[in-house]
């Protein structure tokens, strides 16, 4: 189990996802744009980075037991 190269993959469509995001936001700026972007970009955007931060402690975790059993 790799957890940082599946972080480094999930980081990377994020960023990926996100300059996809800002060039659609120049073209589409309405309403269902704006209410699109804070019910669900921002959301999941939010829960991504949260998901980051859970597999970096993680993958501290993982590193110590790999320490401890060694």
Known sequence: MDI???RAKLH????DLAVRWEEIKGTWDDAVRREFEENHW?????RVQAALRAMDQLAT???QVRHDCS
């Not at 990377?12 to 960023?15: D, M, V």
């Not at 921002?42 to 939010?46: D, I, M, R, S, Y």
């Open 4 to 6: 940082s190269t599946d």
């Open 12 to 15: 990377n469509q994020l960023k």
């Open 42 to 46: 921002e959301v999941l955007a939010a």
């Open 61 to 63: 975790v993982m590193t």
